[in-house]
């Protein structure tokens, strides 16, 4: 499918992805390009991340590329581990992570405040994932998902296939409320999970904070590299 503006490299897994999953292409008005890694899991990815891994995804950015993709990113945020190597092996732009977004949510939010994350795991998301993404110098406040029952139980321990989303839904909420209880100067939420924009817009409602995900930026990088044809529309 040559000309398709995102190719996204994907872990293989199997639970449901709602619409904003950006694995879920109802997400998206413009078609997108899938390529999922075998075997790799977001247990491996998380806990086990390594040099076969990061060629895997290397080979799988550079088959997208030569499928037609013009920009390239993945499922998962912690992905943002290979943000460097990815975007040296092909020659297309690349957003491995939302994490990349932090130095501008940062920026946009006057340099004064704390940028709030929400993660899959905490204790999973490592310096050297802020360090990728050119984030180390940002002050930043972490909130993990490791204790809530349904989204740990299906996402990060892979016990099961079936989830509820309802309660995944108010497991997250209830994160980012967490979250600004610890750090009420927070000026800026950043989604790292890929699971948690179907619920961005409520988190946006509830907290009256700017919220960043995978999905939006994915949309952001396709108006970069597919730009919108302005001399085909008339004139006021």
Request: charged share 20%; with cysteine.
């Amino acid at each position: 499918m040559y000309g398709v503006s995102i190719g996204v490299i994907c872990l293989e897994s199997y639970f449901p992805k709602p619409p904003g999953h950006i694995k879920n292409p109802a997400g998206l008005s413009f078609p997108v390009l899938y390529h999922t890694i075998k075997g790799a899991t977001v247990q491996k990815l998380l806990n086990e991340p390594n040099d076969q891994l990061r060629d895997l995804f290397i080979q799988a950015a550079k088959d997208l590329v030569r499928e037609g993709a013009r920009a390239i990113t993945s499922s998962c945020g912690f992905s943002a581990l290979y943000q460097k190597d990815l975007a040296t092996a092909v020659d297309v732009p690349v957003f491995a992570s939302s994490l990349i977004q932090i130095p501008l949510a940062w920026q946009m939010t006057g340099c004064r405040a704390p940028v709030g994350v929400l993660t899959a795991s905490k204790k999973s998301l490592t310096p050297a994932h802020f360090q990728a993404v050119g984030a180390e110098n940002i002050p930043v406040v972490v909130q993990g998902m490791e204790d809530f029952p349904e989204f740990s139980d299906v996402i990060l321990n892979n016990n099961r296939t079936d989830m509820n989303l309802s309660i995944v839904e108010e497991e997250v909420l209830d994160a980012a409320f967490r979250l600004l209880r610890r750090a009420p100067e927070t000026k800026a939420l950043i989604l790292e999970c890929t699971d948690m924009p179907p619920y961005a817009r409520r988190i946006q409602t509830a907290t009256g904070l700017p919220v960043f995900d995978l999905t939006t930026l994915t949309a952001m990088v396709h108006s970069a590299t597919t730009p919108i044809n302005y001399e085909a529309r008339s004139y006021c």
